[in-house]
């Protein structure tokens, strides 16, 4: 995979108020490649949604833009830092969050263990016991169940447990990958209420989904892939005005 040198100047000044931006990336996984020229941007405080039907690249986005998949050809910046040829935990440092598809939980620990994992990592021990209190106030579910093992949640309550662990150290970015994935549509609405209070205290989001309706409500923005490719971008609106484009 090619390797891709960070510029030495500064991002463009008209881009300055873009907290995530990808220019022209193409990406993928080995000779088979998955992303052709994507251009997208995320303002501070904002909701991008990144739409498209299964296989249309979106997760590979999530993974460039939080390092997981290095573009090779393209540039990614974050916070007027390139960030393409960074490692994952350096990128996770500037502040990027990245609640992947799936459960994303260490399933034989404890819930307690797992928030007091998460937290001693990023706040140390001194400050992990006041921000595993933070995180029962805004779950309380999770509080009930503290010594239960993990594994044994509900889909649900195991994707609370994630966004629990992004709430508290409240990220610049968060990437959600396909969050409501496999969930009742009642928890998906509690999911979504949750992501709304994420946004409300200032946390910018990437919003990958295929629930079209819940991402538009919550969105600023809307992106749509097909192919690898981007097929439309613009304001979110409602289903109606991007539906030509998901097909």
Do not use: C
Request: charged content about 20%.
């Amino acid at each position: 995979m090619t390797t891709v040198t960070p510029a030495m100047s500064p991002p463009d000044p008209s881009t300055t108020a873009r907290l995530l931006e990808l220019k022209n990336v193409d990406a993928g996984y080995g000779p088979f490649r998955s992303l052709f020229d994507v251009s997208l941007a995320v303002s501070p405080g904002s909701v991008t949604a990144l739409l498209g039907a299964n296989g249309a690249g979106k997760t590979t986005v999530a993974r460039v833009a939080t390092g997981l998949v290095r573009p090779t050809a393209g540039e990614v910046w974050f916070a007027g830092n390139r960030i393409d040829a960074m490692k994952p935990y350096e990128i996770a440092r500037l502040g990027v969050v990245h609640a992947p598809e799936g459960r994303s939980v260490f399933a034989s620990l404890s819930v307690k263990e797992n928030l007091e994992l998460s937290f001693r990592r990023e706040l140390g021990r001194a400050g992990a016991g006041d921000a595993l209190g933070r995180a029962y106030e805004l779950f309380p579910r999770l509080g009930e169940r503290s010594k239960q093992v993990a594994g044994t949640l509900s889909g649900g309550e195991q994707r609370m447990l994630s966004l629990a662990r992004v709430m508290v150290t409240h990220p610049k970015l968060l990437v959600a990958d396909e969050l409501s994935l496999g969930l009742a549509p009642i928890v998906v609405d509690e999911v979504y209420e949750h992501l709304a209070a994420i946004r409300g205290a200032g946390t910018a989001i990437l919003l990958v989904e295929q629930y079209v309706g819940h991402a538009l409500a919550i969105s600023d923005a809307v992106v749509v892939l097909n192919h690898g490719a981007v097929v439309h971008r613009g304001p979110a609106t409602t289903f109606d005005d991007i539906a030509e484009h998901l097909l």
